[in-house]
């Protein structure tokens, strides 16, 4: 029991004879056969994490994942989620979630699909008692461990970035309303604007990139002098129709995005943005997943973990008394 203790990491151990047990085991190639672990313990020591894999964002949440299961001796098996935003009435669809449970995970990691999931969509995962965390979209009607953005607080920082520069007639391209991420970054910053008594025109966009959501804001009059975009993305398009139209970022228009992905850093201008920290979302969820996992009693209280933003001010922004 000692041995076995000692090779699986499990406390109980001192450290000295776990340095004499590793260093033998090494000697004699030994290593443990978690399949035999599993019979025992009724664990698999593996992990399943359902996330998107052609987006940035949510590649480095899976990077963040994966290295904290690893130094916790976890395996991972990865299915890729299509990056769907949804749309209204659609509800959770575990055909994602399904191949990993029949392989017997100890428990999963995803991103919902659809954000107003309820307990009843989750059920099949309540009853065969695998834990889970949910990660950057946030589920209010049901009740699981979740770690992501605080949205609403990147939405404020860049309202009062833009009233720091002295804009008050200010525009937002705001992401589906019925996805948490778009609908707590909109509330931050017009909250903000309006307590100020500045005025925002909102643009209700189906997606979260819409050439035609950037044309029509382009296209007020009069013009806002600052653009808030749910995300980077919209924020790169719209440096793209302003460019077509001959209109200068920052010099008439200052334009901002949210996430800071890499190729925030690489436009020109380079683009004023909220920070978030995927990375740290990954490692969050899976040291929430792990303890669930360990932890025999039934939670009763879960995590709720929404990480802090940072502004990162670039060259997309200026101070509207600059502007042309």
């Given at each position: ?9 499990a406390k109980g151990v001192a450290e000295n004879t776990r340095e004499r047990i590793a260093q033998i085991a090494k000697k004699h190639d030994y290593t443990v056969n978690m399949l035999v672990t599993g019979i ?143 609908r707590e970054r909109r509330r931050g910053f017009v909250d903000t604007i309006e307590e100020a008594g500045g005025e925002c025109t909102t643009i209700q966009m189906k997606d979260f990139v819409d050439l035609k ?108 008394v600059k502007q042309k």
């Amino acid at each position: 029991m000692t041995v076995s203790r000692a090779l699986r990491g499990a406390k109980g151990v001192a450290e000295n004879t776990r340095e004499r047990i590793a260093q033998i085991a090494k000697k004699h190639d030994y290593t443990v056969n978690m399949l035999v672990t599993g019979i025992r313990t009724g664990l698999t020591w593996t992990a399943g994490v359902v996330m998107p894999v052609n987006h940035a964002f949510y590649c480095e949440i899976i990077v963040g994942a994966h290295d904290e299961l690893a130094r916790l001796k976890y395996a991972v098996l990865l299915s890729s989620l299509p990056v769907d935003y949804s749309t209204p009435g659609k509800s959770a669809d575990l055909r994602h979630l399904m191949p990993l449970i029949e392989h017997r995970v100890d428990g999963l990691i995803f991103r919902p699909t659809d954000d107003r999931a309820t307990d009843r969509h989750l059920e099949e995962l309540r009853r065969r008692r695998i834990p889970f965390v949910t990660v950057d979209r946030y589920l209010p009607a049901a009740h699981c461990d979740f770690v992501g953005t605080d949205d609403y607080s990147g939405g404020t920082m860049m309202a009062r970035h833009f009233l720091e520069l002295g804009h008050r007639r200010v525009g937002f391209l705001a992401g589906p309303d019925f996805v948490s991420t778009a609908r707590e970054r909109r509330r931050g910053f017009v909250d903000t604007i309006e307590e100020a008594g500045g005025e925002c025109t909102t643009i209700q966009m189906k997606d979260f990139v819409d050439l035609k959501a950037a044309n029509e804001i382009l296209a007020l009059k009069p013009r806002p002098s600052a653009v808030f975009c749910v995300n980077d993305f919209m924020a790169l398009a719209l440096l793209a129709a302003a460019r077509e139209q001959g209109v200068k970022v920052p010099d008439d228009l200052s334009v901002a995005g949210f996430a800071d992905l890499p190729d925030a850093s690489l436009v020109s201008p380079r683009l004023t943005t909220i920070r978030q920290d995927p990375q740290a979302i990954g490692r969050r969820a899976a040291q929430v997943l792990v303890k669930r996992i360990t932890v025999e009693e039934e939670a009763r209280v879960f995590e709720i973990i929404k990480l802090a933003p940072s502004l990162v001010v670039r060259e997309s922004t200026l101070a509207a008394v600059k502007q042309k």
